[in-house]
Structures are given as structure tokens and as C-alpha cells.
């Protein structure tokens, strides 16, 4: 009986794009389509005013900024994988004790749109 030969494994190189940021995103949405994933990442920024005829240095949020950081798209594979990926951590942070069922059920209830 014939044996096939094992598949040669390609050497894998990790590079840092030129583009390469790190951002920092409190929000995001997006969503997931037949044809593929999106999922943009923005951040808060409040603009806080000294409050008219409040106490010394009180102030009060006048506005926020939604600041668009980065918009990614993917393959619905891809999503369908980066969502298994993130529920892995989510279990092993339970399993650990260092993430409570109460948080996640908290932040269920949460609404952070604007």
C-alpha cells in the first residue's frame, strides 16, 4: 500500500505593516451579512465645560465625540472564527473566576449608544 507523503509545512514570517497603530476603542458595531463581516472600532472622546453657575471647577459633559478609528471587513468565516476565538477567552476568564456570570449579564443590559 502506497503511503503519501507528509504535507510540507510553509515557514511563516511575521512582519509589522508600515500602517501598523495601536488604538484604543471603547464602542464598536457592525455586523455580520451572507457575503461578509464588518466590525468598525471608535472611541468616545467627552468634552467636558466648567458648568455655568455650578460650584467651583464643576464641570459637565457639553458633547462627545465619536471618533472612528478603524473599520475592518472580513469573510463570514472569518467573523464566524474571530467570534469563537473571543467566546474561548470569554470561558477560560470564567473558568478562572476572574470574569463573573453577573458582568457578562451586566453589560448585556447596558446601552452605550448616543
Known amino acids: 500500500m502506497a503511503t503519501t507523503p507528509p504535507a510540507k509545512v510553509p515557514k511563516i514570517e511575521v512582519t509589522v505593516h508600515p500602517d501598523f497603530r495601536v ?29 455655568i453657575g ?21 469573510s463570514v468565516m472569518d467573523f464566524v472564527n474571530l467570534a469563537a476565538w473571543m467566546n474561548d477567552h470569554i470561558k477560560r476568564l470564567e473558568d478562572q473566576g476572574i470574569l463573573k456570570k453577573e458582568d457578562l449579564i451586566r453589560s448585556k443590559q447596558t446601552d452605550y449608544s448616543v
Do not use: H, S, W
Not at 460650584?55 to 475592518?72: A, H, P, S, T, Y
Open 23 to 51: 488604538v484604543i476603542a471603547n464602542g464598536n458595531f457592525g455586523g455580520l451579512t451572507p457575503n461578509d463581516g464588518r466590525i468598525m472600532f471608535y472611541t468616545d472622546i467627552f468634552e467636558p465645560r466648567v458648568k
Open 54 to 74: 455650578g460650584k467651583l471647577g464643576e464641570m459637565e459633559i457639553e458633547r462627545i465625540n465619536r471618533q472612528c478609528q478603524i473599520d475592518v471587513r472580513m
